[in-house]
């Protein structure tokens, strides 16, 4: 059974570009989370997809969007990218139930934005 | 205002002594609390949740407790080993949001 996968591990860009992460969830999951975590803090809520919509939504631009597919796999886009916004994205997939969201996360996407 | 704290950035501990890590919040009513290890770049991974209405929970040499009252989680590493050796992570779910927050995570490092 393959856990949560992300495509790519590590994309370099420069500011002003777009860049869209990849997110398998886990098998049987059906809420996919995404992260940005910076170097040496905590990951850093960006927003939840559930049913192909967003569900819930952190402290981020709208620069920062996303999506979900009928088979759970998401993506995550930013536009516009600044300096910033480099960072280690993570993706977690869960199974909402009984309101407990026990995550599991996969590798993460390291982005460098120059 | 709203915050989540672990104790000390990093932490030092001689192989075999229990390490204890420390998760305090404040102005959060969670329904659980969870820990997570993160190995470097790697992704968190899962290792306890705690749920309100619990005041400790084990899993082999790990244990975690949670007061309400005092609004503090504590994480216990007991016989620990070199392998133990990574950041720790502690997350609670905001209930009025229902999105889950984490802390800046503690650095720990045992030494044999």
């Known amino acids: 059974d393959a856990g949560v996968t992300q495509s790519p591990t590590h994309l370099i860009k420069t500011r002003g570009q777009q860049v869209t992460l990849r997110c398998s969830p886990k098998?049987?999951?059906?809420?996919v989370s995404w992260y940005q975590q910076a170097l040496g803090q905590g990951p850093q809520f960006i927003f939840q997809?559930?049913?192909?919509?967003?569900?819930q939504r952190g402290n981020f631009p709208d620069r920062f969007s996303g999506h979900q597919y009928p088979n759970y796999s998401s993506e995550l886009n930013v536009n516009a990218l600044l300096l910033g916004d480099s960072a280690l994205y993570l993706c977690a997939s869960s199974l909402t139930v009984s309101g407990v969201n026990e995550q599991f996360f996969g590798p993460g996407t390291r982005l460098t934005v120059l | 205002s709203q915050k989540i704290e672990q104790n000390s950035e990093a932490l030092n501990i001689q192989e075999g002594k229990t390490a204890t890590l420390t998760c305090n919040y404040t102005?959060?009513?969670?329904?659980?609390l969870q820990w997570y290890r993160q190995d470097p770049g790697r992704g968190p991974v899962f290792l306890l949740l705690?749920?309100?209405?619990?005041k400790e929970k084990r899993k082999e040499r790990l244990k975690v407790t949670f007061d309400t009252t005092l609004k503090q989680s504590l994480f216990h590493i007991t016989a620990s080993q070199p392998a133990d050796s990574a950041t720790y992570l502690c997350a609670l779910d905001d209930s009025s949001a229902s999105k889950i927050i984490f802390g800046s995570g503690t650095r720990l490092s045992i030494r044999p």
């Open positions: 997809y559930y049913e192909e919509e967003e569900r």
């Open positions: 102005n959060y009513s969670p329904a659980y």
């Open positions: 098998s049987g999951h059906d809420t």
């Open positions: 705690i749920r309100e209405n619990e």
